[in-house]
Every structure is written in structure tokens, then in C-alpha cells.
């Protein structure tokens, strides 16, 4: 399986409260294996220019030596994805070396509150102490294990909060945390899919996550320039800022508002290079919430989309059918949930046509396993920093 350059930045702990793209200077914005990162004006992406900089964004970690490690090969690792609905973490055993995953021992995802705030900051705390001592509990006995954490877009909306979160998280746990700014969990998500996908193409394919926060689209251009067009609109966040047009039944002011968020981050220039891709073969990889969408529209339709695509035309037909029938037999379809369920998914089914009519796309590869994406882009970056 082809590689794609990964991402060696040395991070600042928080990001918060810096440029929009998470760095304190706008001109450079850290390494990648031997390639620099600085901000593109006309696009606001990456732009990639040689670089010899080694700096590491996950060191050693308190405790390890290199020589120690290097000898063994195999490591242990405790990879964990802290997203705003919830935390993913996977257990594997991988060869540095060799960069491949040995054996994949546990994996668990839990959900939290959507917002962090003060309420919520210790029964947080308690979740993440718990896991890591599960973690050690089963996985660690006789074995170390290495606990690497990323961190996204609830904690950098969370301001202070997210930061004593993350301060704690370092003083009582083993685990190393970097929040991270889109761009980086662009990134990840798109090494994560390598792992996952055998014949991705990093060359032609295009990753698409949609969280809970936020919505990362990631590519290389046509001059291989790596681009992530980040954008403020993950499934809860977007339900949270038009759940009132929502209920009034303000179906086309709702499009409008994601349209319109998306149009100030994707350029004409993203919409013809993923076009360009497209036509020469390249996939969508639709990850995260996407997932759940596919899922839904298959529950809804009766349409095998998980694997298959999750094309534009059907999900207009599901908004349609959930809009025209019974709440509750759509309810009865899907499953009865959490609080808000029903207005998650439509508004999630929403956010996908709207998407699709602004790039321009007609349909993306639903991943069923992809909520792990980003904790399976960790291990691929500690593979190959390593």
C-alpha cells in the first residue's frame, strides 16, 4: 500500500486562540516528513516546500528510550480520537519497522455531551481516566503500552475548558494529548483510510469526514500540494444552529445556511480539482457521520449504500419521505435513540445533499468502520515518524 507523507509537527499543546490555521505564525505551519507546510493566500491550504525539520508531534513519551523501543520493534499502542460527540480508542500492536499493524486487540467508543463546558469537564475527566485504566488493565500486563491522543474540535471551541481539560488529562493519565487544528485532522483521517482501504490511492481519492464540530475535505491537488478544506459544520453542530428552522419546517432556509458555510471555505478551485479526480478514476471516501447517513438511507429505502455510495438523488428522496410521514414510523425505521435522533438525521441527510450540490459531486464510498479513522491515523503517524 502507497504512503502519503505524514504530518510531523511540533504542536503547542493548545491551539486555542490562535491563526485560523492553529499556528501562531501565519507563515509556517510545521513539518511534514521532510516537506514544510505554509499557508497558501489564494486557497488558505497547505503548501508543501522542502524541509530537513524533524520535529516530532508525539515524542518518546515519559518513560520510553529510544533504543529500548527500536530494539523491540513491536509496540503497543493505545490510539484515542477525542471528538466532540464522543472518545474512539484502539488497542493494536504495530511494527515500526515495518510500519504495519500486527494485530488490532480492542476497540470502544463511547459518546459524550456534545459542548464541554464546567458541567460536564469532570464526568469527562472520569470517562478518559476510566478507559486508559481499562486499557491497562486488560492490554497492559507484561506489556507497556504507549497512550496517544488526539483532540478536536470540541476542545478547541471549548476555550479554557477544553485547555484545564487537557492539563488534567496530562497531570492524572499516561496519555499524550495534542489538540489539533483541522488541517492535521484532515490529515489523519486521509492515513487513517490507508490503513482501512487496500487499494486507496492517495493520488487520485479524496477523504470527506464529517464530525460532530466539524467537516474536514481532504485531497493532493494537481501540483501535489496536500489541501484540507476545513469547515465549521459537523452533524451536531449544524443541528444545533438551525434546530428551530428545522421544526418551524424551514427546509430551504436550512440548506441555505450550510450552503452558505460551505461556500466560504470550498473554492471553485476544490471544485474542479476533486472533479478533475474524479473523471480520472479517484473515489470519495466518505467517513464519520457519513457513515451513520449511508445507514440511515439503507433503514429508510431499503438501499444497499454502506460500501456501495451514498448517492445524491436517494438521499433527497429520504429528506422528502422523513418530511411527508409520521415522525414516529420514521422513528420506528431508524431506531429510537438519543434525544433529537430524528432531527440528527435529517439534518445530517440535509448537510450531505447540500455538500454534494456545492462540489458537485454525485455520490462517495461509505466506510462502515470509519469512526476510527482518526484514532487509526495516530497509529499510522507514530509508523512512520518511528
Known amino acids: 500500500m502507497k504512503f502519503v507523507a505524514f504530518l510531523r509537527v511540533g504542536l503547542p499543546l493548545f491551539l486555542i486562540g490562535f491563526s485560523p490555521l492553529g499556528y501562531a505564525d501565519e507563515k509556517t505551519a510545521g513539518c511534514i516528513s521532510g516537506v ?70 480492542y476497540k470502544k467508543r463511547e459518546m459524550w455531551d456534545f459542548d464541554l463546558h464546567e458541567e460536564n469537564y469532570h464526568e469527562r475527566l472520569s470517562l478518559i481516566q476510566r478507559l486508559e485504566r481499562e486499557i491497562e488493565f486488560e492490554h497492559g500486563r507484561g506489556k507497556i503500552v504507549r497512550h496517544h491522543a488526539v483532540a478536536t474540535a470540541g476542545f478547541r471551541q471549548a476555550g479554557e475548558v477544553g485547555e484545564l481539560l487537557a492539563e488534567e488529562i496530562d497531570k492524572t493519565t499516561r496519555i499524550d494529548l495534542k489538540i489539533i487544528d483541522q488541517d492535521i485532522e484532515g490529515l489523519l483521517a486521509f492515513h487513517g483510510i490507508g490503513l482501512e482501504v487496500d487499494d486507496f490511492n492517495p493520488d487520485k481519492d479524496i477523504v470527506w469526514d464529517v464530525g460532530g464540530g466539524s467537516m474536514q475535505i481532504s485531497y493532493y491537488d494537481e501540483a501535489g500540494i496536500f489541501r484540507v478544506v476545513g469547515v465549521r459544520l459537523g452533524g451536531k453542530f449544524f443541528l ?14 436550512v440548506e441555505s445556511v450550510g450552503a452558505k458555510l460551505l461556500r466560504e471555505k470550498v473554492t471553485e478551485k476544490d ?44 438521499v433527497e428522496v429520504a429528506i422528502y419521505y422523513m418530511l411527508s410521514v409520521d415522525e414516529d414510523k420514521v422513528q420506528d425505521l431508524l431506531g429510537r435513540g438519543r434525544e433529537d435522533g430524528y432531527l440528527l438525521s435529517l439534518v445530517l441527510f440535509v448537510l450531505a445533499k447540500t455538500s454534494m450540490e456545492v462540489l458537485e459531486i454525485d455520490e462517495v464510498q461509505a466506510l462502515q468502520d470509519s469512526f476510527f479513522i482518526n484514532a487509526r491515523g495516530v497509529l499510522a503517524k507514530l509508523m512512520q515518524d518511528n
Request: glycine letters at 14%; one cysteine or more; hydrophobic letters at 35%.
Open 240 to 253: 444545533k444552529i438551525v434546530k428551530e428552522l428545522l421544526i418551524e419546517g424551514k427546509l430551504s432556509d
Open 271 to 314: 471544485v474542479k480539482s476533486i472533479k478533475n479526480k474524479i473523471a480520472e478514476g479517484g473515489k470519495i471516501y466518505g467517513v464519520g457521520a457519513l457513515v451513520k447517513t449511508s445507514k440511515n438511507l439503507q433503514k429508510l429505502l431499503g438501499t444497499d449504500t454502506v460500501g456501495h455510495g451514498l448517492r445524491k438523488k436517494p
Open 36 to 105: 514544510e507546510i505554509h499557508k497558501m493566500s489564494e486557497v488558505g491550504g497547505p503548501v508543501c516546500v522542502g524541509c530537513d525539520e524533524d520535529s516530532l508531534g508525539y515524542g518518546e513519551g515519559e518513560g520510553y528510550s529510544s533504543k529500548e523501543h527500536k530494539a523491540e520493534n513491536i509496540w503497543r499502542v493505545a490510539a484515542y480520537d477525542f471528538g466532540s460527540g464522543g472518545v474512539r480508542v484502539v488497542v493494536s500492536d504495530i511494527d515500526v519497522e515495518k510500519d504495519y499493524v500486527v494485530k488490532e486487540l
